[in-house]
């Protein structure tokens, strides 16, 4: 494990491909330091019945403020992603990376969505708190700023 991270099971109910129930438990691999832009999370999704029926995962954050900091105007509040790797051996658990972008601002991001992706097409969303409880929230600095101002306006002859 890396020593910057700790692990954080959380147990959900996913429906998967309308057919049976899924029980799975989400780990997540937690950094102990401040995310930038670029730097990933990982999450390992376990369960049972058609987990292998799952052909992607994208994990929705939202941050904690409603608007961002204000010399981040127009740097997004929420953002969602997340690459789907097949764990060797079957499909019993899934691996979920979710990557900052270079769009968000800083601030802290609590999982809120969890969208499946299955192999006949079906996609099902899964919220906070009704089918699973969110693990901790991630502390995102983002050293990127945009301020602007005028300070004249002058007619041009």
Do not use: W
């Amino acid at each position: 494990m890396n020593p910057i991270c700790r692990k954080h099971n959380v147990t959900a109910l996913l429906v998967l491909a309308g057919i049976s129930s899924c029980s799975t438990a989400l780990t997540q691999e937690i950094p102990t330091e401040t995310l930038r832009p670029g730097k990933t999370v990982t999450y390992t999704i376990a369960g049972e019945g058609d987990v292998d029926k799952v052909t992607g995962v994208e994990i929705l954050f939202d941050s904690k403020r409603s608007a961002p900091p204000p010399d981040q105007q127009g740097y997004q509040t929420s953002f969602d992603n997340g690459r789907l790797t097949p764990k060797p051996g079957g499909r019993e658990s899934l691996e979920v990376t979710v990557t900052i972008p270079d769009s968000v601002a800083s601030g802290e991001y609590s999982m809120t969505t969890i969208i499946v992706y299955t192999a006949n097409g079906a996609t099902y969303g899964f919220g906070v708190p009704k089918d699973f409880t969110a693990p901790p929230s991630l502390r995102i600095e983002n050293p990127g700023r945009f301020k602007v101002s005028i300070k004249t306006v002058n007619e041009k002859h």
